[in-house]
């Protein structure tokens, strides 16, 4: 069974950085691309970066282009959002996700095979 865990999430300050984990493991874990998405509170879920099973394709949302980056540690089979710059608005519950590839996050259209528990970013002076 595919399965996935955030971590890295907390309290900062507007301005400072943060870097999220997603480890995956499970049946078909090391063949899936890995999406973050984030939830701000009374808001839709939204899907923000994506990278490849082999991490040469990435994908970075307009709202955060600039700010965020994602990568990928292929050995331990997990994915990272680098987390720049924050401001109020990236406050939210932020998972990660299995998908078969990034290609439906540029058309906004995203799969999802499997989902993390999240973990809460909270950007507040």
């Known amino acids: 069974q595919l399965q996935l865990v955030e971590s890295g999430g907390g309290l900062v300050q507007p301005g400072e950085s943060l870097r999220l984990s997603c480890a995956a493991s499970?049946?078909?874990?090391?063949?899936?691309?890995i999406g973050w998405f984030r939830q701000a509170p009374g808001k839709e879920r939204e899907a923000i970066s994506c990278i490849s099973r082999g991490g040469d394709s990435t994908y970075v949302a307009d709202s955060v282009k600039g700010r965020f980056t994602i990568s990928k540690d292929i050995q331990k089979n997990t994915a990272y959002l680098q987390m720049d710059s924050l401001e109020p608005e990236d406050t939210g519950v932020y998972y990660c996700a299995a998908s078969p590839g990034c290609r439906g996050y540029m058309v906004k259209s995203p799969t999802v095979d499997a989902w993390g528990p999240g973990t809460q970013v909270t950007v507040s002076s």
């Open positions: 499970g049946l078909g874990s090391y063949y899936k691309a």
